[in-house]
């Protein structure tokens, strides 16, 4: 019932930049936590960043004064701008969000997981 649309991931040159964007839509009540996991070949997936809907954030050590992640309530909408890409930021990025779907009378958890985006960084 709701779903997540990822957009931004693309070649790039080291020390070049992106951004990321995920689109939440279907029945959401409230959007507690967004964020952004990415997988490399050979690799477990890892968080990347995270945001709760109060403004709190958590990066992953590698990626800490290079990433940002921001978030756009009135538009279902998290963000993540990469600065300073390294070829090891290669990798299928994510998005993930955890809320209360439904609505004000009745809600229940649920987690959702988009498909992903291909971001490439060439030395």
């Known amino acids: 019932q709701v779903q997540l649309v990822e957009s931004g991931g693309d070649l790039v040159q080291a020390g070049g930049s992106l951004r990321l964007s995920c689109v939440a839509s279907?029945?959401?009540?409230?959007?507690?936590?967004m964020g952004w996991y990415r997988q490399a070949p050979g690799k477990q997936r890892e968080l990347v960043a995270a945001?709760?809907?109060?403004?709190?954030?958590n990066y992953a050590e590698s990626v800490k004064g290079r990433f940002t992640i921001s978030r756009d309530n009135a538009k279902n909408t998290v963000y993540l701008q990469m600065n300073s890409l390294k070829p090891e930021d290669t990798a299928v990025y994510y998005c993930?969000?955890?809320?209360?779907?439904?609505?004000?009378?009745?809600?229940?958890?649920?987690?959702?997981w988009g498909q992903g985006t291909q971001v490439t960084v060439s030395s």
């Open positions: 993930n969000v955890k809320g209360d779907y439904g609505n004000r009378y009745y809600s229940y958890t649920g987690e959702t």
């Open positions: 279907g029945s959401i009540f409230r959007l507690n936590v």
């Open positions: 945001i709760t809907s109060g403004g709190n954030t």
